[in-house]
RNA sequence: GCCCACUUAACUCAGCGGUAGAGUGCUACCUUCACACGGUAGAAGUCGGAGGUUCGAAUCCUCCAGUGGGCACCA
C-alpha cells in the first residue's frame, strides 16, 4: 500500500463531501430508528451578498461538531441552512453593479429593479454555500431557504396580518432614524452610535419684551430654526420665574414658550434646553408632552425646508449650521463655542450620519411580544445561555426596555408590506391582494410601496425555515430547535425576537441553549473588518493549513475573543500529519490485522500498556461526550490531541512496537497489530466531529472497518465514519491501577532518559540498567514490562533487584516515586562531583519541597479544618518524599569515597 | 455616566479553592526502520497591583490600574 508521508489535506477535502451529499448523509432521513432523539439547529443565515469570514467559519464549525457529533450518537439530527435576502446590503450592491452602466434603480423601475436582484442572485448568491462545502458544513442542503422565497414570504405576510390583526403591528407617525443617503427609515438597532469631537454652542434667545435672554446649548445649531420651546428642569430656581414666558426665537422671529421638564438635567449646560420636536427623539417626546407644534426644518435629503425660512431653504444640513452660527455671531447672541465630544449616530450600512425625521411608517409593539420570553428567562433561566454571563443579563435588560420597532423601509428589494390604500386612503392589510380587494369591495387598490426591514423575516426563521404557518413534519418534530449558535452583537436584533415570535406562535421556545461565540481579532487585538482591511480570509487559512487544522483552531475559540495566530494553526496542521502518519505506521503493519480484533479475554489477562491504553481510551471518551455536551470544545480538542499524541503515539505505538514489528507472522503479532488499529481507529470517531475530512479519508482504508461499524440506528447505510457511532466511554475499562502501574514504567523509562541526555551518552549507545525496586511489588511491573522498557531506554541488559546496593560506584542514579531506584552504571563517563552536585541538587529541590509540606502538616487548623482526604493526601506526599529523600542520601553516600 | 468582561511563561491561550498547564518559540542532542509538519531531554511564570475572606487563593470578595465590550434622553 503507497501512503505518502506527508499529509495533503486538498485530496481529503475534495473526495469525500459530494459523496456525503449525495449518499443524504446530511439529511436526518437517513437515522431509521424511529425511537431516535431529536436534534436540530438553525444556521444563522448569511446574507446573498456576503462570503465567508472567519466569523461564519468559527460559527459553522461550532455548529458542524455538534451536529456531527449528535449524528454519530444515532440523534435524528437536522442542521437546516439557508440565506438572508439583507434589503439594504443586497439593493447597495446591486444598484453599485448598475452604477457601472451608469443607471440608478429608478431607471429601471422597481419590478426590472427586483428582477435584476433576484438575476443578480442566481449568478452570484450562491458563493457562500460554495465555501460551506469546503468548511465540510454537514448542513442538509434538501432543506436549504431563503428569506425571499414564496414559503418563506408567505409566513411573513401571514406573521404581519396576525400581529395586525391583534393590534402589534399599527400604522402611524412617529419620529424615526433616517439615512438620507439610503432615504430610508432605520430602526434604532441598525443605528450605531459612533463618539465623536464636535462643538458644544452656547446661543442666547432674548425673552420677549425683556432684556433678558436664555442661553442654550446645542450641537446642532441649525436645528434651532424649527425650535418651538425652550425647556428648563421645574426645579432650577435660575429659571424660576421664566417658565411661562415667551421667548423671540432668533433668525425666524416665531414666538415660543419656556416649559418645564423633569428630562432637563440642570447640572448640564446651561440647564435651558432648546426643543426641536421635529428633529429629535427626546425633543419629540417632550413635544408631545407639552403638546408643541413640530416644525419640520430638515427634509429627507438633509436639505433646510422652506420652513426654515428663505435664508435657509435648500441648504444642506451643515452649510445651515455654520450659517446659523455666523448670524448669531452678527446679532452677538453666540456665547461662547466650546469643544465638545458627544456621540452621534451613524447608519451602520453606509456610515452616514443619522436624521431623525418625523414620518408615517409602520411600527411593532414589541413590548407586548417580548413578554412571554421575560417571563420565561426570569423564571427558568431558558433559552440557556452559554456563557450565562454577561449574556443572559443582557438579553433580560433587552426585554424589559423594548420600544416600538420600526418596521418599514423605503427600499425595493425585501417583503412588500401586506398593506393596501383605496382612494379614500383605507387600509387594508390581508395576506393576499385578493383578501384584500374582497375587504376594500373594490379591485381600485394600491400595495404600500414600503418593504419590511430584514430582521422581520429573520424573526420568524426557526418557525418558516421549518414549514410554519403549515403544520409540517418537521416543524412538528424538530421545534424547538436545540442550540442557536451565533454572535453576540445580534442578541437583540435577531435572538430576541426569534424567541418572541416562536413564543407568539408556536408557543414554546425557539431553541434550548444559545451559544455566543467569542470574537476572532487580529495580531494586535483589533475587530477584524472591511473597512480597517484587518480580514483574514479563512479560505487562505484553508488553503495553507487544510480545513480539519482550522476547525481545531475555530473550535477552540470557544466563547472568549481570540487574536489570531497562524502559530496555531500550524500546530494543528502538524497534528493532522501526525495522525496520518501514525496510521500510516498502522496500516504498513497491518497484515493479519483487522479493526476490532485483538482486544480478548478478560482485560485482567492482558498486558499493562494493552489494560492502559483502554482504560486512556475509554476516560478521553468520556471527557469528549462531557466537553462537547456542554460546549467545552477546548477541553475537547486538547483531551483528542493529548490522548493520541501523548498516550497513543508517544507511548503505546512505541510500546507495542515490539510485538507488532515482529519478523514473523504469529498470532501474537496479528493480535498487536489489531490491537493498534482498534485504537486508532476508536480514536478517529472521537475526532471526526472535528476534524472531518482526514478521517474519513483514514477511516475508510481500515482494514475490517464495515456496516457492523455504524450506529445501529444507520444499518443501512454505506460504511463511512460519520455514521460510526461515537464512543462513549466504558466506565468499567477505566483501570485506575493500570494507569498508576503504567505511570511508573513512565517515568523510569523518563528518569533513564533524562541521565542519558545529562551525560551525553551517545543515543546509540546502549546502557545497562540496575532497578532498586524495593519491596512494593514495583519489581513486578518493571520485570512484565522488560522487553518495552529496554527497547525505550535503549539497554542492552535490565536488572531488577531490591536496592542498588551491589551498584558499581561509578553510575548515575535517579529516584523514582514510590521510592524506586534505578541507578545506570556509566565506567568512565562518571564525573563524581559533578555526579554528586547532580544528585545533591535533587535532594535541595525535594527538601524544600518537604519543608513546605511539612510546615503544613504542622498546622494544626489545616490538620482539623481541611477534609480528611487532603490531610492523607499529603501526609502519603510527605512520606514518599521522605524515602526519596533518604535513597538520595544513599547515593550520595555511594558516589562519595 | 452606568454596567460587564478580560489581565497567567517571549507569543496565543487553558485552568477558576488544595503540589502553576498546553501549543508555539527558545536551548542541547538526534536524519533510530510512522512522522524533521519528527524524536528525546531541558530552561522559562512573585498567575496586572494593593488589601481582605479562608487551615489554604491564580481561583472567592473589595479597591486601584490597563485593555476591550455593552447600555444611556444629557441638549
New binding site residues.
Given amino acids: 500500500m503507497e501512503i505518502p ?3 495533503d489535506p486538498k485530496q481529503a477535502e475534495e473526495s469525500h463531501y459530494s459523496r456525503w451529499e449525495a449518499e443524504g448523509y446530511f439529511a436526518p432521513e437517513i437515522n431509521k430508528d424511529p425511537a431516535a432523539p431529536v436534534y436540530c439547529i438553525v444556521i444563522p443565515p448569511p446574507n446573498v451578498t456576503g462570503s465567508l469570514h472567519m466569523g461564519h467559519a468559527l460559527q459553522h464549525t461550532v455548529m458542524d461538531v455538534l451536529t456531527r457529533f449528535h449524528r454519530m450518537r444515532g440523534f435524528r439530527t437536522l442542521w437546516v441552512p439557508g440565506m438572508d435576502h439583507a434589503g439594504i446590503s443586497t439593493q447597495l450592491v446591486v444598484e453599485r453593479e448598475l452604477r457601472k452602466e451608469k443607471l440608478t434603480r429608478h431607471d429601471l423601475g422597481r419590478e426590472k429593479f427586483t428582477e435584476r436582484v433576484w438575476q443578480w442572485k442566481a449568478d452570484s448568491g450562491g458563493q457562500i454555500t460554495k465555501q460551506m462545502r469546503r468548511e465540510g458544513a454537514s448542513v442538509d442542503w434538501s432543506r436549504e431557504r431563503f428569506t425571499m422565497s414564496e414559503q418563506l414570504s408567505r409566513a411573513v405576510r401571514e406573521f404581519f396580518v396576525r400581529c395586525y390583526e391583534e393590534g402589534l403591528i399599527y400604522r402611524g407617525e412617529g419620529i424615526i432614524n433616517w439615512c438620507p443617503k439610503d432615504q430610508t427609515a432605520l430602526s434604532d438597532l441598525e443605528v450605531e ?1 459612533e463618539s465623536q469631537g464636535g462643538k458644544l454652542y452656547y446661543l442666547q434667545y432674548p425673552v420677549k419684551d425683556s432684556d433678558r435672554r436664555v442661553t ?5 445649531p441649525e436645528t434651532m430654526l424649527g425650535d418651538t420651546a425652550v425647556a428648563v428642569n421645574p426645579d432650577d430656581e435660575r429659571y424660576a420665574g421664566l417658565v411661562g414666558s415667551t421667548l423671540v426665537l432668533p433668525l425666524v422671529g416665531r414666538e415660543i414658550p419656556v416649559v418645564a421638564d423633569d ?9 435651558a ?2 426643543v426641536t420636536p421635529a428633529h ?3 425633543d419629540y417626546a417632550l413635544g408631545q408632552r407639552h403638546d408643541l407644534p413640530q416644525v419640520r426644518v430638515i427634509d429627507q435629503h438633509a436639505r433646510m425646508t422652506s420652513e426654515a425660512g428663505a435664508d435657509f431653504d435648500g441648504l444642506d444640513r451643515y452649510e445651515a449650521r455654520e450659517k446659523v452660527v455666523e448670524k448669531f455671531e452678527e446679532l452677538g447672541l453666540l456665547e461662547k463655542v466650546v469643544d465638545y465630544e ?2 452621534i449616530s451613524k447608519c451602520d450600512r453606509c456610515r452616514t450620519v443619522i436624521e431623525p425625521l418625523i414620518s408615517t411608517q409602520w411600527f411593532m409593539k414589541q413590548a407586548e411580544l417580548g413578554r412571554a420570553p421575560l417571563e420565561l428567562i426570569k423564571e427558568t433561566h431558558e433559552p440557556r445561555f452559554v456563557p450565562q ?2 449574556y443572559e ?2 438579553y433580560t435588560d433587552w426585554l424589559e ?1 423594548l420600544h416600538d420597532w420600526t418596521l418599514s423601509r423605503q427600499l425595493w428589494w425585501g417583503h412588500r408590506i401586506p398593506a393596501w390604500y383605496d382612494g379614500e386612503g383605507n387600509v387594508y392589510v390581508a395576506r393576499t391582494e385578493e383578501d384584500a380587494r374582497a375587504a376594500a369591495g373594490t379591485g381600485e387598490l394600491t400595495q404600500d410601496p414600503d418593504v419590511l426591514d430584514t430582521w422581520f423575516s429573520s424573526a420568524l426563521w426557526p418557525i418558516s425555515t421549518l414549514g410554519w404557518p403549515d403544520e409540517t413534519e418537521d416543524l412538528k418534530t424538530f421545534y424547538p430547535t436545540d442550540v442557536l449558535v451565533t454572535a ?2 445580534i442578541i ?1 436584533l435577531w435572538v430576541s425576537r426569534m424567541m418572541m415570535t416562536g413564543m407568539k406562535f408556536k408557543g414554546g421556545k425557539a431553541f434550548r441553549d444559545v451559544f455566543i461565540t467569542g470574537t476572532i ?1 487580529d495580531k494586535s ?1 483589533q ?1 477584524m473588518s472591511k473597512m480597517k482591511q484587518n480580514g483574514i480570509d479563512p479560505l487562505d487559512v484553508f488553503d495553507k493549513y487544510g480545513v480539519d487544522a482550522t476547525r481545531l483552531v475555530l473550535a ?1 475559540v ?1 466563547t ?4 489570531w ?1 497562524d ?2 494553526v ?2 494543528y ?2 497534528f ?3 495522525i496520518w ?2 496510521a ?2 498502522c496500516l ?1 503493519n497491518s497484515e493479519g490485522a483487522r479493526v476490532g480484533k485483538g482486544f480478548d479475554g478478560d482485560p485482567k489477562s492482558w498486558a499493562l500498556h494493552d489494560r492502559w491504553i483502554t482504560s486512556r481510551l475509554n476516560r478521553t471518551a468520556r471527557t469528549m461526550n462531557e466537553a462537547i455536551t456542554n460546549y467545552r470544545f ?2 475537547a480538542v ?1 483531551t483528542i490531541y493529548h490522548f493520541f ?1 501523548g498516550d497513543f ?2 507511548w503505546y ?2 510500546l507495542s512496537k515490539t510485538d507488532v ?1 515482529a519478523d514473523e507472522p504469529s498470532p501474537a503479532r496479528d493480535a498487536a497489530r489489531s490491537r493498534v488499529l482498534t485504537v486508532l481507529e476508536q480514536a478517529l470517531r472521537l475526532l471526526h466531529p472535528f476534524m472531518p475530512f482526514i478521517t474519513e479519508e483514514l477511516w475508510q482504508r481500515l482494514p475490517g472497518v464495515g456496516e457492523d461499524s455504524l450506529h445501529p440506528a444507520y444499518k443501512d447505510a454505506k460504511p463511512t465514519v460519520m455514521l460510526a457511532a461515537y464512543p462513549e466511554g466504558d466506565g468499567r475499562l477505566i483501570d485506575d491501577r493500570a494507569e498508576a502501574e503504567m505511570q511508573a514504567v513512565i517515568e523510569l523509562v ?1 528518569r533513564v ?2 541521565i542519558r ?2 551525560l551525553s551518552v551517545k ?1 546509540s549507545e546502549e546502557v545497562r540498567l540496575v532497578v532498586g525496586a524495593g519491596r512494593n511489588g514495583q519489581g513486578d511491573i518493571f520485570r512484565a514490562n522488560l522487553p518495552q522498557i529496554k527497547r525505550l531506554t535503549r539497554a542492552a541488559d535490565i536488572s531488577i533487584e531490591e536496592t542498588l546496593a551491589s551498584v558499581p560506584r561509578a553510575s548515575a542514579r535517579a529516584v523514582l516515586g514510590g521510592g524506586a531506584e534505578v541507578a545506570v552504571p556509566l565506567e568512565g563517563l562518571i564525573d563524581f562531583e559533578q555526579e554528586r552536585a547532580r544528585v545533591g541538587r535533587e535532594g535541595e529541590k525535594l527538601k524544600k ?1 518537604l519543608e513546605k509540606v511539612e510546615a503544613q502538616l504542622a ?1 494544626p ?2 490538620v482539623e ?3 480528611a482526604e ?1 490531610v492523607e493526601e499529603l501526609r502519603a ?1 510527605a512520606e514518599d518524599i521522605r524515602r526519596r529523600s533518604a535513597a538520595l542520601e544513599q547515593m550520595l553516600e555511594a558516589l562519595g569515597q
Fill in positions: 508521508k506527508t499529509y452610535k442654550v446649548a446645542t450641537t446642532r428630562f432637563v438635567d440642570p447640572a448640564f449646560g446651561t440647564g434646553v432648546k429629535d427623539p427626546n458627544f456621540s454571563t454577561p443579563k443582557v426596555n453576540r452583537d437583540f481579532l487585538g475587530r477552540s470557544e472568549t475573543d481570540t487574536r495566530s502559530n496555531q500550524e500546530a496542521r502538524n493532522a500529519n501526525k502518519n501514525a500510516r505506521f504498513l477546548h477541553e486538547q499524541w503515539c508517544d505505538i512505541e514489528l523518563s532518559r533524562n541526555t545529562e543515543p519541597e498546622n487548623q489545616f479544618r481541611a477534609p487532603k506526599r
